[in-house]
Nanobody, 116 residues
Framework: QVQLVESGGGLVQAGGSLRLSCAAS????????IGWYRQAPGKQRELVAT???????SYADSAKGRFTISRDNAKNTAYLQMNSLQAEDTAVYYC??????????WGQGTQVTVSS
């Protein structure tokens, strides 16, 4: 089992920055991929960023150049650094950890609100 706890969301003005954290506990040694999704009211869930165990990263077009995904293996924590935030980035952000052995685990979600 893996438990994920997110933090770092909040209210920020357009152009500002936030860093989301996703702390994992439990059997994290087999984690292959980490990532972040977001869901805005009335919209479909969107994959924002992923990082594989070989550190390969990928981003949604809307996040490229502004968001950075990273992980600290020593702390079992994933991060999403978000810069130049826009009103369109307002959403609930969910982290996930994927393991070939155990499947997918989700964080509880953290609200990001960008005021214009």
């Amino acid at each position: 089992q893996v438990q994920l706890v997110e933090s770092g969301g909040g209210l920020v003005q357009a152009g500002g920055s936030l860093r989301l954290s996703c702390a994992a506990s439990g059997r994290t040694s087999s984690i292959n991929t980490i990532g972040w999704y977001r869901q805005a009211p009335g919209k479909q869930r969107e994959l924002v960023a992923t990082m594989r165990s070989d550190s390969y990263t990928s981003y949604a077009d809307s996040a490229k150049g502004r968001f950075t995904i990273s992980r600290d293996n020593a702390k079992n924590t994933a991060y999403l650094q978000m810069n130049s935030l826009q009103a369109e980035d307002t959403a609930v952000y969910y982290c996930y950890f994927y393991s070939l052995l155990m499947g997918t685990y989700w964080g509880q979600g953290t609200q990001v609100t960008v005021s214009s």
